[in-house]
């Protein structure tokens, strides 16, 4: 069964470091999407691309954090300079399309454990 | 808005009990309404969905009824497993461009 993919399942960085995770998503998925869950709460939406254009960045700290697409395929977020605060899981995930009715199927996330 | 409440704290019950975990909603429009299994360490898994008012969801023992009159959609399993232990999402959507609001989640422990 096609997964997302996601990389690294664990990251440790100092505060004030820069921190990368790469998603693959499902081969054949426009819509991809980068979710944050704090520990204790749900997945809370960071971006949302369809194909290699940003739909929604709505709730993404632009002052740190970017996220890119260049080839409408892979995904990369990056936060730059790490906080405290930031530690979270990431979590990828991917649909089809961005219609009603699309089911989004999540990769098994990136822990992030800022010191 | 669209926003998801769950019942607080965790639930921890015995092997074979039946399982009860409420979600309630607040929706503009007609949202379809989902549950998320989040096993130890991993991401998210879609256990169940409904699509419209009165659907039953179902999987692996579990179900959910889309009851739009008391904006609920709880989850149900008659005999739980020691491996059904894991925290579960309720969420509804999708809304804008096909995004979804999550619940907090809850925490099942199931003791052997």
């Known amino acids: 069964e096609a997964e997302v993919a996601q990389s690294p399942r664990y990251k440790i960085t100092e505060k004030s470091q820069a921190v990368a995770f790469w998603c693959d998503p499902i081969?054949?998925?426009?819509?991809l999407y980068w979710y944050r869950q704090i520990l204790g709460q749900g997945p809370e939406l960071l971006v949302q691309?369809?194909?290699?254009?940003?739909?929604?960045d709505s709730q993404l700290p632009k002052d740190r954090f970017s996220a890119e697409r260049l080839k409408g395929v892979d995904s990369t977020l990056k936060i730059q300079p790490a906080e405290l605060g930031d530690s979270a899981m990431y979590l990828c995930?991917?649909?089809?399309?961005?219609?009603?009715?699309?089911?989004?199927?999540f990769g098994e996330g990136s822990w992030l454990t800022v010191v | 808005g669209n926003s998801v409440t769950q019942m607080e704290g965790p639930v921890t019950l015995s092997e074979e009990a039946f399982l009860t975990i409420n979600c309630t909603y607040t929706?503009?429009?007609?949202?379809?309404l989902f549950w998320y299994v989040q096993y130890p360490g991993e991401g998210l898994q879609l256990l169940l969905k409904?699509?419209?008012?009165?659907d039953k969801g179902s999987n692996k023992g579990f179900e959910a009824t889309y009851r739009k009159e008391t904006t609920s959609f709880h989850l149900e399993k008659g005999s739980v497993q020691v491996s059904d232990s894991a925290v579960y999402f309720c969420?509804?959507?999708?809304?804008?461009?096909?995004?979804?609001?999550f619940g907090k989640g809850n925490q099942v422990v199931v003791i052997p």
């Open positions: 995930a991917s649909s089809y399309g961005d219609s009603s009715g699309n089911t989004i199927y």
């Open positions: 081969s054949g998925h426009a819509t």
């Open positions: 691309f369809q194909d290699e254009s940003v739909v929604d």
């Open positions: 929706a503009t429009g007609y949202p379809s």
């Open positions: 409904a699509t419209k008012a009165d």
């Open positions: 969420a509804l959507g999708p809304y804008g461009n096909n995004r979804l609001a």
